[in-house]
C-alpha cells in the first residue's frame, strides 16, 4: 500500500468512528437515516468504502434532519463531534448539515479562508417531498438552483456551462452576505415547504440539477433495508438495486482508472490533531474571509 492509499485508508477508519458514533446517537434519540450516494454504493458493491473514496454521505428525512442540530446540542458527545450547519452567522459553503471530528483536522480548499470548524466531517443530506403539480415542481427545482447558488458562493466545478456562467453572475451581482443569506435561507424553506408526509416521493435538492432530479418513494427510507458496511450493518434504501440504479446506472461496473480519485480537494489533513492548532496557520491566515 502505497503512502496515497494508506492516507486514504486512515480517513475511512475515522469516517466509519463518526458514522457509527452517529448511528448509536440516531438510535437514542429516535432519529432515522440510511446511507447515501457512494457510501451506499459502497456498500452494495464492496461491503464498505469504495477504495479510493474520502467521503461518507447519509441521506435523512426532513422531518429528522431538522431536529437533529437541537437533539444533538442537548444529548450527544459535543467534546468529540460536532454538528455544524450553515446559518446567518456563519456560512460552511455546504447545503447539508456536517458531523464533524473535534480531534482532527481536514481543510477544504473552499473553506481555508473561513474560520469555521475545519475537522473531518460526514455529510447529512436532507431529502424533501417533491411537489405534485408540474409548475411547483418547476418552482421548486428553481429555489433549489437559488439555495445552491448562495449557500455554496463558489463556481460550480463538473457542471455544464450553464450553470457555471449563471452562477458567475448571480455571484456578482449580490455581493452583500446578509442578503445572500437572506435568499438561500428563503430558497431552502421553499423547498422543503411540501413536506414529507403530503408527497410520495423525495429527493435531494442540495446537490445540483442532474441529482434533484432522481427521485425515489418515500418509503424506501421510512422503512429500509440494511447492508453491511465495514463490518457493521447500516440502513439503506429499501429497495437499494433500484436506488443505485436510478443514481448510477450499471452500479456495479468499475469506473475507469482516471475516475477511481478521491472527492475531496483538502489542502492540509491532520487526523490525530485538533484543527484548532492550525488557526491563523493552514488556515484563516491573516484573518482569511467571511
Not at 466545478?157 to 456578482?172: I, P
Amino acid at each position: 500500500m502505497n503512502e496515497h492509499d494508506a492516507q486514504t485508508r486512515k480517513i475511512q477508519e475515522k469516517l466509519l468512528e463518526i458514522l457509527l458514533y452517529f448511528q448509536q446517537f440516531c438510535d437514542e434519540n429516535g432519529l432515522r437515516f440510511t446511507l447515501a450516494g457512494g457510501t451506499c454504493l459502497g456498500a452494495v458493491r464492496h461491503q464498505g468504502f469504495i477504495p479510493w473514496d474520502d467521503d461518507l454521505d447519509v441521506f435523512m428525512l426532513r422531518e429528522d434532519y431538522e431536529k437533529l442540530p437541537e437533539l444533538w446540542a442537548r444529548n450527544a458527545d459535543t467534546s468529540r463531534y460536532s454538528c455544524v450547519r450553515s446559518d446567518d452567522k456563519l456560512n460552511i459553503h455546504h447545503t447539508s448539515t456536517e458531523i464533524k471530528d473535534n480531534n482532527t483536522t481536514f481543510i477544504n480548499r473552499h473553506g481555508v479562508d473561513v474560520d469555521m470548524h475545519q475537522g473531518l466531517m460526514i455529510d447529512v443530506i436532507a431529502l424533501d417531498g417533491v411537489a405534485d403539480a408540474p409548475l411547483s415542481r418547476l418552482h421548486q427545482m428553481l429555489q433549489s438552483m437559488i439555495f445552491c447558488c448562495f449557500n455554496f458562493q463558489r463556481l460550480p466545478a463538473h457542471k455544464s456551462k450553464l450553470t457555471y456562467y449563471a452562477t458567475k453572475v448571480a455571484l456578482a451581482i449580490v455581493r452583500s452576505d446578509k442578503l445572500k443569506y437572506k435568499l438561500w435561507k428563503t430558497a431552502e424553506n421553499q423547498v422543503a415547504k411540501y413536506g414529507v408526509a403530503n408527497h410520495p416521493l423525495v429527493a435531494s435538492f442540495g446537490e445540483g440539477v442532474a441529482i434533484m432530479q432522481q427521485r425515489f418513494p418515500k418509503e424506501w427510507f421510512l422503512n429500509p433495508g440494511y447492508a453491511t458496511f465495514e463490518g457493521h450493518t447500516m440502513p439503506v434504501p429499501a429497495d437499494t438495486d433500484k436506488y443505485l440504479t436510478i443514481s448510477y446506472g450499471d452500479y456495479m461496473q468499475l469506473p475507469p482508472p482516471e475516475e477511481q480519485v478521491c472527492r475531496h480537494d483538502a489542502v492540509f489533513i491532520d487526523l490525530d490533531h485538533s484543527y484548532k492548532q492550525y488557526r491563523g496557520i493552514k488556515y484563516f491566515v491573516n484573518g482569511g474571509k467571511k
